[in-house]
């Protein structure tokens, strides 16, 4: 208690018997006492709370009476008892199983094989098929006529057939992977191999040839296949990726890597490159009317800034070698020399005393050991404008390389080139020697600029091809060819062309003609 107020338990509050339960009003009847005291009876009690009292011992007897009556109720498990009569009798019912499909789990004793009676009378031969069709894939390095062989044509055969497909088609153009479809007939004998009686295959992208055996002869058929040449432009905006956004548009994963290998010589792509850019992208592409098509090489190259060409690139070929030019006419630029020799320096440019002479005087170019022989190469692309003896140097070359610059190589025990040849860098030009002013194998190496020796360790040569004239007239009206076709006019509709020859039908007809005795 604290201070004046009073606070009583439920105990206080409501008296409670012996059991626990409250105490029942005095003025109730037996029997609403009794069902007052039951209605308060709890039978299931927490076996867990309260162990050893009179309330757990009443829960357990309810628990073990509830268990017990449950056992001698139980039914018990009889299996159920399928109705009616068996269709099959035992002796049916084997027949039929010995023609089913049964799981090997269940015997697999089916597929039952009768044994041979008295009626049965072995064949002498076993009769063959009247004609066999297969597909036969020709494989790199093989050869059309090998390829009948193994298919099962005699070598006559075999020969005959390449030569005449090779008047329609040199066999070098069919390509690796070709599928030829055979029909091989009916032979006269055992030993004899199976003569061709239908042939079909795509010779070439533009062509198929049929072939089918008529009155002993094989006749070709020729069917020319149209094919548009038109080069597949696509175009686009840059966005976030010039890769995914080229790819989603339609331009194949091979064409989109020679476009950023192309720019990345220009400009740099993961810095120059804008979300705003729009790329052009041309390649070589071919559709047949068959629906095949073929993407060959990129042909041009563009970036659109602003609606202005930022980069216009397409593959040109300058003195036999294939390079990207700028529309301006401005090739790819290529620096620095290579080594002349794969030998150390043994002598530096500068002031020395001859070794011959025995006097002091300038060392205009730099010496390298090497073995008599060894190979020396143009330090970069040149033409030769010296090949041959020249005073002390012995056999000499001399290379000029545009620009007012020039290279020469001296002491040669041979020459690989002649005046007025065009080379290029890592090309052998001679063989290290020991001619002329020498006291053994080397190779002197000289760079000239404005046709003055300089120190060869100062320079380092950077070259570009630039067209001029007509060869620039003509690579800007095949820029102006490619940037006219318009994006998406390689995906028109190819009209078909008319067969050459006699229509011979599908190889599909003349097997079903051949089975059905129509030839």
Not at 62 to 86: K, M, N, R
Not at 398 to 417: E, Q
Request: aromatic share 6%; charged share 20%.
């Amino acid at each position: 208690m604290t201070g004046n107020a009073a606070a009583l338990s439920m105990t206080q509050a409501i008296s409670f018997g012996r059991s626990g339960l409250a105490d029942p009003v005095p003025d109730l009847k037996w029997h609403e006492g009794w069902r007052d005291r039951l209605a308060h009876l709890d039978l299931a009690p927490d076996l867990g709370d309260d162990i050893g009292s009179r309330t757990w011992w009443r829960g357990l007897a309810t628990l073990a009476l509830l268990c017990t009556g449950a056992i001698l109720t139980f039914p018990g498990v009889q299996p159920l008892q399928a109705g009616g009569a068996p269709a099959l009798d035992a002796a049916d019912f084997n027949e039929a199983r010995a023609q089913m499909i049964v799981p090997l789990a269940l015997g697999g004793d089916t597929g039952r094989h009768m044994a041979a009676t008295d009626a049965v009378r072995p064949l002498t031969q076993t009769p063959e098929r009247p004609q066999i069709e297969l597909t036969a894939t020709l494989g790199s390095g093989d050869s059309f006529a090998r390829l009948l062989e193994r298919s099962g044509v005699g070598s006559a055969d075999a020969r005959a057939l390449a030569s005449q497909v090779s008047a329609a088609v040199p066999l070098a153009d069919i390509a690796p992977g070709t599928r030829i479809d055979l029909i091989l007939g009916r032979r006269a004998a055992r030993t004899m191999p199976r003569p061709v009686d239908a042939l079909a295959m795509r010779a070439r992208f533009d062509l198929r040839i049929e072939m089918e055996r008529m009155n002993g002869q094989l006749v070709m058929r020729r069917i020319p296949i149209a094919v548009d040449a038109t080069p597949l432009r696509i175009r686009g905006r840059v966005g976030d990726s010039l890769y995914r956004s080229a790819r989603a548009a339609g331009a194949p994963p091979e064409a989109i890597q020679a476009y950023l290998r192309v720019i990345g010589k220009q400009i740099s792509v993961a810095s120059d490159v804008r979300a705003g850019d729009e790329y052009d992208i041309i390649v070589d592409y071919r559709r047949a009317e068959t629906g095949e098509s073929e993407v060959g090489k990129l042909l041009y190259a563009g970036l659109v800034r602003g609606g202005k060409q930022k980069l216009s690139m397409v593959e040109w070929t300058v003195d036999g070698r294939l390079q990207w030019f700028e529309a301006s006419g401005a090739g790819e630029t290529r620096g620095g020399m290579v080594r002349p020799s794969n030998g150390r320096q043994t002598s530096g440019f500068g002031m020395r005393r001859h070794p011959i002479l025995g006097y002091k005087r300038m060392h205009s170019g730099v010496d390298y050991g090497g073995g008599y022989g060894a190979p020396i190469y143009a330090v970069t692309d040149g033409i030769v404008t010296i090949a041959g003896r020249h005073g002390g140097y012995g056999n000499f070359v001399k290379l000029t390389h545009g620009g007012g610059m020039g290279t020469g190589y001296g002491h040669m025990s041979r020459i690989a080139v002649r005046p007025g040849q065009r080379v290029s860098a890592g090309q052998v030009i001679g063989y290290i020697g020991s001619t002329g002013l020498s006291t053994g194998p080397h190779l002197h190496f000289e760079v000239y600029r404005n046709g003055v020796a300089v120190n060869p360790a100062s320079v380092s040569f950077v070259t570009r091809a630039r067209l001029e004239g007509k060869a620039l007239a003509d690579f800007r009206a095949r820029i102006r060819q490619l940037t006219s076709v318009t994006p998406g006019a390689a995906l028109t509709p190819v009209a078909a062309k008319q067969a050459a020859g006699p229509k011979l039908g599908s190889l599909s007809d003349v097997a079903s003609k051949r089975v059905g005795g129509g030839i």
